[in-house]
């Protein structure tokens, strides 16, 4: 999982904000660059566009806000891990 | 809406597949400073409704530099919650026509020994149109 521990400080800010966030910006989506959290934005395309606009290629994370976070569903047995 | 149909010999054993052009999206070009399509990567995707999102075989998005953009989890018929990287991508399509989104990267060994490098999932086909004619061999899509 050697990439997803590029966005491991990420994450982990993101879980200790998650109620507040939670409370304040449903359904929005956060973006997060190292230990800051930048803001929150309307659609995924406008958070991923301030994160390349603000850091540059580099690592950053854009999150839905939810409540119950939903894995991305594959039904069909070509997919298998 | 622009589309394109494509006539495929076996469509009932291969699927709907098509060669789409991976690149940068719009904004992860900026971000590199680079003009044009910038580098990119060839793959074939079939067009799955059985997936939620769009996904692309470890290792094919290489070529184009980028860093994940985001983290979620994915569940198949063999795995649970199996932890994946999102990135910012352009589509480029058969007919020329193209759209920025995130795919998932799948885990190393996903789609080992399948003829396609990737799936085309709702997240993507909610922007266009897929028509399936299976009596005529032939599959449209348009977007």
């Not at chain 1, 109620?19 to 230990?35: M, N, P």
């Not at chain 1, 309307?42 to 806000?65: M, S």
């Not at chain 2, 769009?54 to 063999?78: D, F, Q, R, W």
């Amino acid at each position: 999982m050697a990439v997803i521990e590029q966005l491991a400080c990420e994450l982990e800010l993101y879980d200790e904000n998650r109620e507040r966030l939670l409370g304040e910006s449903l359904g929005k989506y956060v973006l997060i660059h190292d230990r800051e959290m930048v803001g929150t934005y309307d659609t995924e395309a406008d958070a991923v566009a301030e994160g390349y606009r603000r850091f540059g290629n580099v690592p950053f994370l854009v999150k839905l806000i939810a409540p119950v976070e939903e894995p991305a569903n594959f039904l069909s047995p070509q997919v298998r891990f | 809406m622009p589309s394109f149909t494509i006539e495929a010999a076996d469509l009932w054993n291969e699927g709907p597949v098509i060669e789409v052009t991976l690149s940068p999206s719009g904004a992860a070009l900026a971000a590199m400073g680079l003009t044009g399509s910038g580098p990119v990567a060839s793959a074939s995707i079939l067009v799955d409704t059985g997936a939620s999102h769009s996904l692309v075989k470890n290792g094919v998005l290489g070529p184009l530099g980028l860093h994940p953009v985001g983290a979620t989890e994915i569940n198949t018929p063999s795995s649970q919650r199996v932890a994946c990287a999102l990135y910012s991508v352009r589509m480029t399509f058969p007919h020329g026509q193209y759209l920025d989104t995130t795919v998932i990267e799948g885990p190393a060994g996903g789609l080992d020994g399948q003829n396609i490098e990737g799936l085309l999932g709702r997240d993507v086909l909610r922007h266009g149109l897929f028509i399936y004619l299976g009596g005529m061999s032939q599959f449209t899509l348009g977007f």
